[in-house]
């Protein structure tokens, strides 16, 4: 089951984040169809926010027919967004490891290394792009 992370400084709205990390357990195949969310009172008592967060969260996920909720059950996942590289992820994700251990080795701090991720990668599509 996937757990909750929120972090405060992002200026990203609470109930954007939980969607955001739902679709990313979706791509990365953490997530399953048929597997259920945490209910709105888990992630309420996990997190100390407001119902109405979660419920939104939820709602813009069933939107978008990657959520169904059951009446009395809870919220399952309808759909996945895992690729079929999925099983390409293990290689990739010891291989950016090692890249992040680099880069803290070289002095970058979390923000920075941020930095540098975002700039490559829109840069990288950009030229793909052109």
Same mark, same amino acid.
């Given at each position: 089951?996937?757990?909750?992370h929120l972090d ?7 109930y954007?984040?939980?969607v ?5 357990a979706?791509r990365?195949?953490v997530?399953s169809? !048929?597997?259920q969310? =945490?209910?709105? #009172?888990e ?6 926010i407001? =119902?109405?967060?979660?419920a939104?969260a939820?709602? *813009? ?5 990657l ?7 809870g919220?399952?996942?309808?759909s996945?967004l895992?690729? =079929?590289s999925l099983h390409?992820? *293990?290689a990739?994700r010891a *291989?950016?490891?090692?890249?992040l251990a680099a880069?803290e #080795?070289? !002095? ?5 290394? #941020? ?12 030229r #793909?792009?052109?």
């Amino acid at each position: 089951m996937i757990e909750f992370h929120l972090d405060p400084r992002s200026g990203v709205a609470t109930y954007l984040q939980i969607v955001q990390q739902v679709k990313e357990a979706l791509r990365l195949g953490v997530l399953s169809v !048929g597997d259920q969310l =945490p209910t709105v #009172r888990e992630v309420v008592a996990d997190l100390a926010i407001n =119902p109405n967060t979660v419920a939104k969260a939820y709602r *813009d996920l069933e939107r978008e027919g990657l959520v169904h909720p059951r009446q009395g059950l809870g919220t399952f996942v309808a759909s996945s967004l895992a690729l =079929p590289s999925l099983h390409h992820h *293990d290689a990739l994700r010891a *291989d950016l490891e090692r890249w992040l251990a680099a880069a803290e #080795r070289a !002095g970058l701090d979390e923000d920075s290394i #941020r930095a540098l991720v975002s700039t490559t990668l829109r840069e990288a599509l950009a030229r #793909r792009v052109a």
